[in-house]
């Protein structure tokens, strides 16, 4: 079984920053979960990311990518391979290479909320 606590503390590092600037809904040991304060139709608040230990992985979520699919154009190989779904990245080891890609991905998703008005 991995690690994966320091895997999680590495992506949640990602994360953070952003967890400061927006709403921070949970922050605990296994889980950091950010909304904008952007109310959506339904008054519920647009969700921005996630980083969660699972059984066997660490999930890091993205909503602006599935907002606006374009910003995973470029997107490398080995970090496409990650993905589940449309906006969730999955890792059981710490990958540099990809950590450092998905910080910038995370920095563009902000840019692309801020530029549509959601922070």
Same mark, same amino acid.
């Given at each position: ?36 304060? /952007? ?5 519920? @608040? ?14 890091? /979520? ?6 606006? @699919? ?6 490398? @190989? ?42």
């Amino acid at each position: 079984m991995p690690d994966l606590t320091t895997v999680f503390t590495e992506l949640r590092s990602i994360m953070a920053p952003y967890a400061a600037k927006l709403d921070a809904k949970k922050d605990d040991a296994s889980e950091l979960y950010v909304d904008t304060k /952007h109310l959506q139709k339904n008054k519920k @608040p647009l969700f921005f990311g996630a980083v969660q230990i699972k059984k066997s992985y660490v999930s890091f /979520h993205l909503m602006p990518v599935y907002a606006k @699919p374009e910003l995973l154009d470029g997107l490398s @190989p080995g970090l496409k391979a990650r993905m589940q779904g449309k906006s969730c990245f999955n890792f059981s080891a710490i990958d540099a290479a990809q950590f450092k890609e998905l910080a910038a991905l995370t920095e563009a998703g902000y840019a692309s909320y801020r530029e549509q008005g959601f922070v």
